[in-house]
């Protein structure tokens, strides 16, 4: 112990021999850490809140489906739905669904699509029937209305703020649909905007609108059904559960016709994200190497001028182990330490970025047309494990680097060492 004392007291007046280049060692480290600190809290932040708009708009935790109309879903169609067992009605199995242990909410729904002609233009749009009275217990539906309120009576629409400009619309104004029924049928229908709706994700804000689900039904001539419901369990984690719990109840009602979809099975965008998610694993390494090659010079630089003090060591006896030791315990000073201040730097960034937020409309207006939902405004996570696992990250990979040039400096051969250069 009083050895790696000693050791590590050499390795300290070592690093202030020259303490610009050890600064500049620091500061590199410091650098690379401090950039996965924040990009992993920027990563978690935008997948969370991607995540969570997915969720809390299209697919719950679980979505119960037809089979057959998941793969006609993009078409909106009406023929395939969600009718319950023959001996019960539609009420009697959501009543039996959010029965289930798993369930803590359900949320049946109507998708259809409509549209409405302004100044020579068709606009399309999907509209949603809801159950207003569930929606206000979970979702976002409810929250995210920006002004006005909940339809209250047949007739009355929630419409995205961007839908509503398209349409030259406003809070009260009277606009007229057309959409087809369950047998096909061309109808036109006319309501009143008292709400309007935004989510910060384009997709939704530009195309969709809402009104009650019973009023839907009656429309589409679809009495008793709907097209899809979203159940949601005590957390996103336990959708995977929640999931083989519906297929065993739908398999005691002898209902294969339905299908259950767990959130992050139920989107092609969601399962990428969720790849890349663990493919950033690989990119933050290698932003530590690059902070380790500065390690890894640093120390060359310091046995290219100690050459003849490291000979000595040998030549009075000092093992090759020891003084491996001390040149490893160097880098492991820069690693430690420009780990600490860099995970410091992050953390500072992501602590201030958790509670103000990232303007990102510059990539909303990037993926623009592409089907990804984001909020305009990024939160970053801030969190004691991107703390802990962006130190040691940077710490043992420092670390293991020091470990090549200490090596070399402890295989030195004595005699050559105590040579100066001529």
Do not use: C
């Not at 006319?190 to 429309?219: K, N, P, W």
């Amino acid at each position: 112990m009083m050895l790696m004392l000693y050791f590590a007291g050499l390795a300290a007046r070592n690093l202030k021999r020259n303490l610009i280049r050890t600064a500049i060692a620091i500061a590199a480290v410091a650098a690379v850490v401090a950039i996965v600190v924040f990009g992993r809290g920027l990563m978690v932040g935008f997948t969370e809140s991607s995540f969570r708009m997915y969720i809390d708009n299209e697919l719950g935790h679980v979505r119960l489906l037809n089979q057959d109309y998941a793969g006609r879903e993009i078409l909106l169609s009406l023929e395939h739905t969600i009718t319950g067992p023959l001996e019960l009605d539609l009420a009697e199995f959501l009543l039996e669904l959010e029965e289930l242990e798993e369930t803590r909410h359900i949320l049946p729904r109507i998708r259809f699509g409509a549209a409405a002609s302004v100044d020579d233009d068709l606009i399309r749009m999907i509209g949603v029937g809801v159950d207003f009275e569930r929606e206000s217990a979970q979702g976002a539906l409810i929250d995210n209305i920006e002004e006005g309120r909940k339809p209250e009576k047949n007739g009355e629409i929630i419409i995205g703020r961007d839908l509503a400009e398209k349409l030259g619309a406003e809070r009260g104004s009277r606009v007229t649909f057309i959409f087809s029924d369950a047998f096909q049928s061309v109808r036109a229908r006319t309501f009143e905007i008292v709400g309007l709706r935004r989510t910060g994700a384009s997709d939704i804000d530009e195309r969709f609108f809402y009104l009650s689900l019973a009023e839907v039904q009656r429309m589409l001539d679809l009495e008793g059904e709907v097209t899809e419901i979203m159940v949601f369990a005590e957390d996103a984690g336990r959708a995977e559960k929640l999931s083989q719990s519906l297929d065993s109840w739908l398999a005691g009602l002898e209902l294969d016709r339905y299908k259950s979809v767990a959130w992050n099975r139920a989107d092609p965008f969601v399962e990428i994200m969720l790849e890349y998610d663990n493919l950033m694993n690989f990119v933050y390494v290698l932003f530590i190497l690059m902070g380790a090659v500065v390690v890894i010079t640093t120390l060359f630089m310091i046995i290219r001028e100690r050459k003849e003090e490291i000979g000595m060591m040998a030549a009075l006896g000092l093992r090759e182990r020891d003084i491996m030791t001390i040149f490893t315990l160097e880098g492991a000073f820069i690693g430690l330490t420009g780990s600490l201040l860099g995970t410091s730097l992050g953390g500072f960034i992501n602590f201030y970025l958790s509670r103000q937020g990232l303007q990102a409309e510059a990539l909303t207006d990037l993926i623009d047309g592409i089907d990804l939902m984001m909020e305009p405004i990024i939160y970053t996570s801030y969190n004691l494990e991107n703390l802990l696992f962006s130190f040691a990250l940077g710490s043992i990979i420092t670390i293991l680097a020091s470990l090549y040039p200490a090596f070399r400096a402890a295989r030195l051969d004595p005699v050559e060492a105590l040579q100066r250069d001529r």
